[in-house]
Every structure is written in C-alpha cells, then in structure tokens.
T-cell receptor, first 113, second 114 residues
C-alpha cells in the first residue's frame, strides 16, 4: 500500500477563519488520484474534494481548496470561512484509477465559536 | 435510493465466534469494497469486488472472507473472531471502480471482540 502521511493529529480554527491541513504521500506512479474525506461524529465518510494528478490546476469545491504540489508529493486542504459544521476528522487518501484507497491517519478539526 | 446500507450498526462478539457483516446497495454499482477503521491508522482496505462473482484481496484480508453472488450484496464474514478485529467496518460502492466515479460509503458497523 502507498504511504499517506498526515502530520497534524489536531487543528483548531476560529469560526470564519482559514485552516490548512497537510498531507504528503509516497508513490512512484505518475497518474493517480488524491482525495480529502470528511468524517463528522456521525461516522459517515463524505468526499470533500478530489484531485487528478495529471491536472495541474488545483481542485476547488466552494470553501474547500487544495494546494497540489506533485514534485513535492504534497496535497494540502484549505478550509476558508470555517463554519461550526466543518468540525470533523479529515482524511487524506490516495489511489490509482481503481478506487483502492490508501488513507492517512486523519486530522481532527475543531472549530471555535 | 437507500444508498449503501450496513447491518448491524453495533455488534459484540466473543473470541472464536463467527458472524457476517451485511452490506447492500441499490444503485446498481459494480464496484464494492470493505474497509476497517482503527484509531490512529485511518481506513484500510480489506477486500473488494469489481462485479458479481469477482472478489480480490486488499491490504488487510487475513481473517476475513467475502463473496459476491449478486450485484447488490457484498457480505463480509469473520469465521473466528479475534480481539484484533475490533474495529469500525465500512462498506463502499461506486459505479465502475474508476477513481473518477463517486464512491459512496455506508454508515459503518462498530464491532467489538471480547
């Protein structure tokens, strides 16, 4: 399995502020997919954003955006204008075009009112 | 559509007991998979299936069996439960298994083995 590393076990952000979650990965492939998943206390896994490695443009979904640095094998998630509903565990994940996901250990995000 | 459903939501077993975790989807998805989630380790792939009658091993298959007799169902069997199998189990499905599809996760089953 590929190695996906999330070095921040916990992050805290003030409501309406911005927080950035780090993720690095190890691969020898040139074409692959990277994902950020959100897991709220309900335990449901929710796809936040997906990046295809051959696309240089960083993916964006509303208040969520990524900084994809292919050469550095880095894939960070920025949450802008943080809301209380953003509080959750966030997982970075990697796969080839086969949905066999390799997940990082997760980062718990706390949003302060 | 009910999406991906998993039963039971919670289960407690004794070491050596067997059980089957059920997973079903009503979206006519070909690709289904099972993951386990342990604290501090993220999710790990146990088994997956690319269609009825076809299954393969993931990263952590030992102690688990699967079969796929229909498109809708993908049960996970523990033949002789061990405390190391205490975990939260997630089933997921997608239309084709391509990472460009949307993958849907079930709500999870929390299993405790005493």
């Amino acid at each position: 399995a590929q190695t996906v590393t999330q070095s921040q076990p916990e992050m805290s952000v003030q409501e309406a502020e911005t927080v950035t979650l780090s993720c690095t990965y190890d691969t020898s492939e040139s074409d692959y997919y990277l994902f950020w998943y959100k897991q709220p206390p309900s335990r449901q896994m929710i796809l936040v954003i997906r990046q295809e490695a051959y696309k240089q443009q960083n993916a964006t979904e509303n208040r969520f955006s990524v900084n994809f640095q292919k050469a550095a094998k880095s894939f960070s998630l920025k949450i802008s204008d943080s809301q209380l509903g953003d509080a959750a565990m966030y997982f970075c994940a990697y796969s080839l075009n086969d949905y066999k996901l390799s997940f990082g250990a997760g980062t718990t995000v706390t949003v302060r009112a | 559509n009910a999406g991906v459903t998993q039963t039971p939501k919670f289960q407690v077993l004794k070491t050596g007991q067997s059980m089957t975790l059920q997973c079903a989807q009503d979206m006519n998805h070909e690709y289904m998979s099972w993951y386990r989630q342990d604290p501090g380790m993220g999710l790990r792939l146990i088994h997956y299936s690319v269609g009825a009658g076809i299954t393969d091993q993931g990263e952590v298959p030992n102690g688990y069996n699967v079969s796929r007799s229909t498109t809708e169902d993908f049960p996970l069997r523990l033949l002789s439960a061990a405390p190391s199998q205490t975990s939260v189990y997630f089933c997921a499905s997608s239309y084709s298994g391509s990472s460009t599809d949307t993958q849907y996760f079930g709500p999870g089953t929390r299993l405790t083995v005493l």
